[in-house]
């Protein structure tokens, strides 16, 4: 007798693990017919008689206990096997979006450098959150003290509510906001 577990990564069947060269305790092996393969096959009779003679006799109960084992264990290895390839998919993507993230990185960097104006990205809680001046332009205090500070540390109450309106509006419509102030 052999024996297989079906090996499958997601619900592909990759394989299988095979146990055997094993005869069942409660059936005797038909030596005429081993006899009959070693002639048939050109095998050394005494010899191949032999090697039938070593094969390990197991009960019933031992055999699906050992398969049942097989089976979970070809199912870790299923398992294991189909999270490191959704891992390794999971991965790629990452690297792709990755790279596409740098190349609209560059994009916005290129299409900023060539834009007159100052520009500065202030969150709905008027923090600083980023900066744009072209090179030539003269900010009154460094790129990171900006950052790093609220609106309100550079404005009149009024003008931060001019602020906040504006920005709200441009959320609330998702266009741009104009606004004046002095």
């Given at each position: 007798w052999d024996a297989a577990?079906?090996?499958?990564?997601?619900?592909?069947?990759?394989?299988?693990?095979?146990?055997?060269?094993?005869?069942?305790?409660?059936?005797?092996?038909?030596?005429?017919r081993f006899r009959e393969?070693?002639?048939?096959?050109?095998?050394?009779?005494?010899?191949?008689?032999?090697?039938?003679?070593?094969?390990?006799?197991?009960?019933?109960?031992?055999?699906?206990?050992?398969?049942?084992?097989?089976?979970?264990?070809?199912?870790?290895?299923?398992?294991?096997?189909?999270?490191?390839?959704?891992?390794?998919?999971?991965?790629?993507?990452?690297?792709?979006?990755?790279?596409?993230?740098?190349?609209?990185?560059?994009?916005?960097?290129?299409?900023?450098?060539?834009?007159?104006?100052?520009?500065?990205?202030?969150?709905?809680?008027?923090?600083?959150?980023?900066?744009?001046?072209?090179?030539?332009?003269?900010?009154?205090v460094s790129r990171e003290?900006?950052?790093?500070?609220?609106?309100?540390?550079?404005?009149?109450?009024?003008?931060?509510?001019?602020?906040?309106?504006?920005?709200?509006?441009?959320?609330?419509?998702?266009?741009?906001?104009?606004?004046?102030?002095?």
């Amino acid at each position: 007798w052999d024996a297989a577990t079906p090996i499958f990564i997601g619900t592909r069947h990759i394989g299988n693990v095979f146990t055997g060269q094993l005869f069942l305790d409660d059936e005797e092996p038909d030596h005429e017919r081993f006899r009959e393969q070693a002639k048939r096959y050109g095998f050394d009779e005494d010899a191949y008689m032999a090697a039938v003679g070593r094969v390990p006799h197991f009960s019933r109960e031992k055999i699906d206990h050992v398969m049942r084992f097989y089976a979970g264990f070809a199912k870790l290895l299923s398992d294991l096997s189909y999270g490191n390839l959704k891992l390794a998919r999971a991965l790629a993507e990452r690297e792709r979006i990755e790279d596409s993230l740098r190349e609209s990185e560059a994009h916005t960097k290129a299409v900023l450098a060539v834009v007159p104006d100052m520009m500065f990205l202030i969150g709905r809680d008027g923090a600083y959150r980023d900066v744009y001046a072209p090179k030539d332009a003269k900010l009154l205090v460094s790129r990171e003290e900006i950052v790093s500070r609220n609106i309100r540390d550079f404005f009149t109450r009024d003008t931060v509510r001019t602020f906040e309106n504006a920005c709200d509006a441009a959320v609330r419509e998702n266009q741009p906001s104009m606004m004046e102030y002095d």
